[in-house]
């Protein structure tokens, strides 16, 4: 009896980390979606499109880390352990979808660049960076117990990145006025995000 307790804590740590994190990134999704409308920036966009593959992430391991605590049964011999496999395949594609859209976007303002509020967009991605770093640390405790917190852990650690990208194109956009910096930060974390699915 009271090793099971002992392991439902860190399940439950665990679950509610993965709760909070999924709350944080998913609502600040929205804001950057609206704040890459409003600035113009598909940087920003994108961002916010990578940062949709870490909302995934962070359901499904919070589904996963629900379903493999099932045991089992006479039909699944080996429990629901095989879920997370599943997931992990749905994840892939989706990184895929994403990273060929923010690709193929990139191209077009290539081709015909728009104005872009380079401020806001600082501002914007500051708040994302913010986002992440408050996300990793809630997701780090358990990170080393969870393949599915490690997993979401790591898809909020490369969007972090991105987050520092987009500032550092704000940055330059704003001192030099080339707008074209905008779409190839954009390319830069489609770059990122396509190898990844192959890792998945």
């Known amino acids: 009896m009271p090793s099971g307790h002992t392991h439902s804590l860190p399940e439950t740590r665990n679950e509610r980390s993965l709760l909070l994190a999924l709350a944080l990134t998913g609502s600040f999704l929205i804001a950057e979606v609206i704040g890459g409308i409003v ?3 598909l940087a920003l966009i994108s961002d916010a499109a990578h940062m ?3 909302v995934a992430a962070l359901a499904i391991a919070l589904a996963a880390n629900r379903v493999g605590r099932r045991p089992p049964d006479s039909r ?7 879920f997370e496999i599943l997931a992990a395949a749905f ?3 989706l990184l895929f979808l994403v990273a060929i859209y923010i690709l193929y976007e990139a191209y077009q303002r290539l081709k015909s660049p728009s104005e872009i ?15 992440n770093l408050i996300s990793m640390r809630l997701l780090a405790a358990g990170r080393d117990t969870s393949l599915n917190v490690k997993g979401a852990y790591l898809e909020v650690w490369s969007d972090l990145l991105g987050s520092v ?9 704003a001192v030099t006025d080339w707008l074209w910096v905008d779409s190839v930060i954009a390319v830069a974390i489609g770059l990122w995000v396509l190898p990844r699915t192959w890792a998945c």
Request: no cysteine.
């Open 117 to 131: 509020q380079s401020l806001r967009m600082l501002v914007i991605a500051t708040i994302g960076l913010a986002i």
């Open 165 to 173: 990208g987009v500032i550092a194109g704000a940055l330059v956009i």
């Open 76 to 82: 699944r011999t080996f429990g629901y352990q095989r």
């Open 39 to 41: 600035t113009g920036s």
């Open 91 to 93: 994840n892939a594609v």
């Open 52 to 54: 949709f593959t870490d």
